[in-house]
């Protein structure tokens, strides 16, 4: 089963880059990495996605190295509306794709002014 | 407008009083799955569907049904809720080819007194 870890919380200030991390040791070699943005209430938004190196949308950029144990999402000059829980996505098959998700507890992020 | 939506938003019923959500999809996605938030622990998946017919169980199915005889409607029943089930409720779709991208429902609180 693959599961993802994050940190639980993190703090910045307005304008800063922001960077969180998502451990996904056994993700199913023919899986993407997915990443959501919730704010209370409301349900996961879809930030961005990607398979291996580097992917870049109008709101962040996500980082997955070769080996694809882990990725980086990188939001740049963040601002208060920034402000929300993160979480990272997998399948939980470790070869194979199940389409059963795991969610994880999420990256909680606070932008400070 | 591309949506997921859910009914009912709010609901406040007893212990083993027999409730339907809906949830309906107007994108023909193939996927659609239920989860539940409880705070402190993520989103977790309950059930989720690949076509019409097809369902599964997710990480957390005791207590629900679902059934998925069109492909736009994907309603989640509790037969016999109890206040453990007391929840936020997202229902999510996508298509099921080969990318992980869920569209989210705006959720439904439920609470079973």
């Known amino acids: 089963l693959a599961k993802t870890t994050q940190p639980i919380s993190m703090d910045s200030y307005e304008g800063q880059e922001v960077n969180i991390t998502c451990s996904h040791n056994?993700?199913?070699?023919?899986?993407?990495i997915t990443w959501y943005q919730q704010f209370p209430s409301q349900g996961p938004r879809f930030i961005i996605q990607g398979y291996k190196t580097k992917v870049t949308n109008e709101v962040a950029s996500l980082f997955i190295p070769a080996d694809r144990k882990s990725s980086t999402l990188s939001l740049p000059r963040v601002s208060l509306s920034d402000t929300a829980v993160y979480y990272c996505?997998?399948?939980?098959?470790?070869?194979?794709?199940?389409?059963?998700?795991?969610f994880g507890t999420g990256t909680r992020l606070k932008v400070l002014a | 407008e591309a949506q997921v939506t859910q009914n009912p938003r709010y609901l406040i019923t007893v212990t083993g009083k027999k409730l339907t959500v809906t949830c309906s999809q107007n994108m023909n996605h193939e996927y659609m799955s239920w989860y539940r938030q409880d705070p402190g622990l993520g989103l977790r998946q309950i059930y989720y569907s690949m076509n019409v017919e097809v369902t599964d169980k997710g990480d957390v199915p005791e207590g629900y049904k679902v059934s998925r005889k069109e492909k736009r409607n994907f309603p989640l029943i509790l037969e016999s809720p109890s206040p453990n089930q007391t929840s936020l409720y997202f229902c999510?779709?996508?298509?099921?080819?080969?990318?992980?991208?869920?569209?989210f429902g705006p959720g439904t609180r439920l609470t079973v007194l």
């Open positions: 999510a779709s996508s298509s099921a080819g080969g990318r992980n991208e869920q569209f």
């Open positions: 056994n993700i199913a070699t023919n899986d993407y």
């Open positions: 996505l997998g399948d939980s098959g470790v070869e194979v794709r199940t389409y059963k998700y795991i």
